[in-house]
């Protein structure tokens, strides 16, 4: 074999490894500082409820006023973006329900959607609203509160653009709020004798 092309091969060989040595390094670092970014927004919110954040499932686990409180990045539907859940468990059964807030491209007010049994929505008596007070920028992001009579559950889900869409410990603590009143007001209006044992709305 000749020599000048033996030396060439060996040098592509070690440009490759070095091309590869230097791909690994960069995914690492960033892997790193992403799971740093990801600690330094989820340990306040672990604070809020006296529990514990794992960076590895994106999850914050505790309690909120007696009622397990979770709080986790999710992926959307058919894994179109990333969603951000706080969560209260809150098993009554009954129906279920939701009210989403879709903003509406050129216009300043979102379209608010409750999907669900219009009698139900009475019941519950809450003002929606007031309540959107708990979300940052609630005019324009796609955001909804709901009831999952099966996971026994409140949940405020958001859509996520980047990690500060996770709410800062004030923001989450406002939003566990709204979900304990939530929470009170569905356990009320479910008492119903419609709406009592339909688990699926």
Not at 62 to 85: E, M, S, T, Y
Not at 115 to 123: I, K, P, T
Not at 137 to 144: E, F, I, L, M
């Amino acid at each position: 074999m000749n020599p000048v092309y033996l030396q060439f091969g060996l040098a592509m060989c070690l440009v490759v490894g070095l091309a590869l040595a230097g791909t690994a390094y960069l995914a690492a670092a960033f892997n790193r500082r992403g799971k740093t970014d990801l600690r330094q927004r989820l340990e306040p919110l672990a604070a809020v409820v006296a529990g514990e954040a794992d960076v590895d499932e994106a999850t914050v686990r505790g309690h909120h006023d007696g009622q397990i409180a979770i709080a986790r990045v999710a992926n959307a539907p058919g894994g179109f973006g990333r969603l951000f859940h706080v969560e209260l468990v809150d098993a009554v059964g009954g129906r279920a329900w939701e009210w989403s807030n879709l903003p509406v491209k050129g216009q300043a007010e979102p379209n608010r959607v409750f999907e669900g049994d219009a009698a139900l929505r009475e019941r519950l008596g809450l003002d929606f609203a007031a309540l959107a007070a708990a979300v940052p920028q609630a005019n324009t992001q796609r955001w909804g509160f709901l009831y999952d009579p099966a996971a026994g559950m409140v949940r405020l889900s958001r859509e996520m653009r980047t990690r500060l869409d996770i709410p800062d410990a004030a923001q989450f603590a406002a939003q566990l709020d709204a979900l304990a009143r939530i929470g009170a007001a569905n356990r009320r209006a479910q008492q119903d004798p419609d709406a009592a044992g339909d688990a699926h709305g």
